[in-house]
């Protein structure tokens, strides 16, 4: 299994980001995929959430309204764009899969929130 998270970077409050994360080694349909970030202080959030089955799509109070997920089963990837970007939004951002009850995060890309 691998997840290659990319397009993290440093943006103003305000700004935009889109994440992508580009999968392989795993059936790509059968399985939810996440975003998660950690905090700089190392907590972890699970930001959003895209199901395997209807494309369901669930996000974190502190995202919700400001981040869209998606995902796109043709190039098996998962995105995230990340509207109205705030200054507690700074971390590193993984993609997570968990196939045959394996924990999946990949390598993560790092946001950085700042003026």
Same mark, same amino acid.
């Given at each position: 299994?691998?997840?290659?998270?990319?397009?993290?970077?440093?943006?103003? !409050?305000?700004?935009?980001?889109?994440?992508?994360?580009?999968a392989s080694g795993f059936r790509f349909v059968d399985y939810?995929?996440?975003?998660?970030?950690?905090? !700089?202080?190392?907590?972890?959030?699970?930001?959003?959430?895209?199901?395997?089955?209807?494309?369901?799509? %669930?996000?974190?109070? %502190?995202?919700?309204?400001?981040?869209?997920?998606?995902?796109?089963?043709?190039?098996? %990837?998962?995105?995230?764009?990340?509207?109205?970007?705030?200054p507690e939004d700074t971390g590193v951002?993984?993609?997570?899969?968990? !196939?045959?009850?394996?924990?999946?995060?990949?390598?993560?890309?790092?946001?950085?929130?700042? %003026?």
């Amino acid at each position: 299994v691998q997840l290659q998270a990319s397009g993290g970077g440093l943006v103003q !409050p305000g700004g935009s980001l889109r994440l992508s994360c580009q999968a392989s080694g795993f059936r790509f349909v059968d399985y939810d995929l996440g975003w998660i970030r950690q905090y !700089p202080d190392k907590r972890l959030e699970v930001v959003s959430c895209v199901r395997k089955l209807n494309g369901g799509i %669930s996000y974190s109070d %502190s995202v919700k309204g400001r981040f869209t997920a998606s995902r796109d089963t043709a190039n098996r %990837s998962v995105n995230l764009q990340m509207n109205n970007l705030k200054p507690e939004d700074t971390g590193v951002y993984y993609c997570h899969v968990n !196939p045959s009850g394996t924990d999946y995060f990949g390598q993560g890309t790092q946001v950085t929130v700042s %003026s």
